[in-house]
């Protein structure tokens, strides 16, 4: 990346987000997937502990979640119909709507309509990854499963913007594919649904992949130098666009990646379903930055940014 590059990034990102950074928490409430996805920690193909939690466990992990002080959630299951039908999924954004005003979700692929349901239900945000834009590399890599079907995933995201949600997060996983090849596809799909749908607040994210075991496939490794240029990238882009990093990568690159354009990050995340409250299962990935919504806190005021727990509290979807 070069400081011209970096440069640029820095002056747009502190132009239009000024110091602050969004903070929030994943919530798994089920890992039970019908897909067959070869990258995936949840893939139906894997022997792991499978478990959906009870509208009573949710309500206990919210309960763990809403004593950190946080109030903004990503409720995440896997993708599975049959085991996480739409009635599940609003029943989970109600219960967490008692205890946080901001509620996104991250599933499967729904139809306008069900995702206007769980908008009046109280969810306001959707994030759902394509993963990879080269089509025969998503065929390969989805060799079974409703997400075998790559245009029914691509529509997904207008018709969340038709449905009302006031954020939606698109993405990559990096290391799939091309990246380069991938970032241009995922920018001109953003560009698409600016233009159709400018009232929508829209977010990015770039997960890197981690191999799971069993996965014998090649992939493309992404370095630390390439990240960094795809974030500053990204910014110069999308000057308004909000950028998500997880805790996928380690405390070290977060703490070091922010100025370039990074404007939200998870916090004392657990990708296990029950984590809050119960160590034991498997996550969908491991947690490279294992720090407490305070230990972020800290760091983030340390280095004169503004931690937001909460974007703002709405009285109700209409």
């Known amino acids: 990346m070069t ?8 002056k747009l990102t502190r132009q239009y987000f000024g110091r602050a950074i969004s903070l929030y928490a994943p919530l798994y409430i089920s890992n039970y997937c019908d897909n067959h996805c070869l990258y995936c920690g949840f893939s139906r193909r894997h022997d792991i502990s499978r478990k959906k939690l009870s509208a009573q466990e ?14 903004n959630i990503l409720i995440l299951t896997g993708e599975s119909r049959l085991q996480s039908p739409v009635s599940y999924i609003k029943e989970a954004v109600l219960v967490a709507g008692k205890y946080f005003p901001n509620i996104s979700l991250e599933i499967y692929p729904l139809e306008t309509k069900e995702y206007c349901e769980l908008f009046l239900a109280g969810a306001d945000g959707v994030t759902i990854y394509q993963e990879t834009y080269d089509r025969e590399v998503y065929k390969q890599l989805h060799p079974a499963g409703k997400k075998r079907d790559y245009d029914y995933r691509y529509q997904a995201p207008e018709k969340i913007a038709q449905a ?4 939606l997060s698109l993405g990559i996983l990096l290391g799939l594919a091309d990246w380069r090849e991938d970032l241009k596809a995922l920018f001109e799909h953003l560009r698409y649904l600016e233009k159709k749908y400018p009232g929508v607040e829209y977010s990015l ?7 799971v075991a069993g996965d014998t496939n090649d992939y493309q490794p992404i370095s630390d130098q390439v990240m960094l240029s795809i974030i500053a990238t990204t910014r110069l882009m999308f000057p308004r666009v909000g950028i998500n990093l997880s805790t996928r990568e380690s405390a070290q690159f977060r703490d070091q990646i922010l100025e370039f354009g990074v404007t939200k990050l998870s916090a004392g ?3 296990r379903v029950g984590g809050y409250n119960d160590n034991e299962g498997t996550g969908q990935f491991t947690i490279n930055d294992e720090r407490s919504l305070v230990e972020v806190k800290e760091m983030l005021t340390k280095k004169g940014y503004d931690p937001v727990i909460t974007d703002w509290r709405q009285i109700g979807n209409e």
């Open 269 to 271: 995340s657990s990708t």
């Open 3 to 10: 400081n011209d590059l970096a440069t640029r990034a820095k």
């Open 164 to 167: 009302g949600m006031r954020h």
């Open 205 to 211: 994210s770039f997960p890197r992949l981690q191999k």
């Open 58 to 71: 949710i309500e206990k992990e919210c309960q763990t979640l809403a004593k950190t002080g946080l109030q």
